[in-house]
Nanobody, 127 residues
Framework: QVQLVESGGGSVQAGGSLRLSCEAS????????MGWFRQAPGKEREVAAL???????SYADSSKGRFTISLDNAKNTLYLQMTSLKPEDTAMYYC?????????????????????WGQGTQVTVSS
């Protein structure tokens, strides 16, 4: 089992920045891939950015150029640096992890192992 705890959400004006953090604990060797997903009210959960422990990354088109995902293996902590935020970035942001996984371009991942989810952190961007 892997436990994921997000932090760093908040309210910011359009054009501002936020950095989200996700601390992993438990069976962290089972986190070959980690990622950030988001869900706005009334919409489906969608990917924002993914990272493989090899260092490769994959971003959704909406995130590319504005968001940066990174992983501190020593601290078992995942980050999402968000810049040039827009009102449409308003959502609950979730950290996710899975083992035995692969990444493709444009925020696609896959693999046979289940996905672990955090509880989420709210990001609100006002115009």
């Amino acid at each position: 089992q892997v436990q994921l705890v997000e932090s760093g959400g908040g309210s910011v004006q359009a054009g501002g920045s936020l950095r989200l953090s996700c601390e992993a604990s438990g069976s962290t060797f089972s986190t070959t891939c980690m990622g950030w997903f988001r869900q706005a009210p009334g919409k489906e959960r969608e990917v924002a950015a993914l990272i493989h422990h090899s260092g490769s990354t994959s971003y959704a088109d909406s995130s590319k150029g504005r968001f940066t995902i990174s992983l501190d293996n020593a601290k078992n902590t995942l980050y999402l640096q968000m810049t040039s935020l827009k009102p449409e970035d308003t959502a609950m942001y979730y950290c996710a992890a899975r083992d035995r996984c692969w990444l493709q371009n444009r925020g696609i991942w896959g693999g046979p192992a289940p996905v672990y989810w955090g509880q989420g952190t709210q990001v609100t961007v006002s115009s």
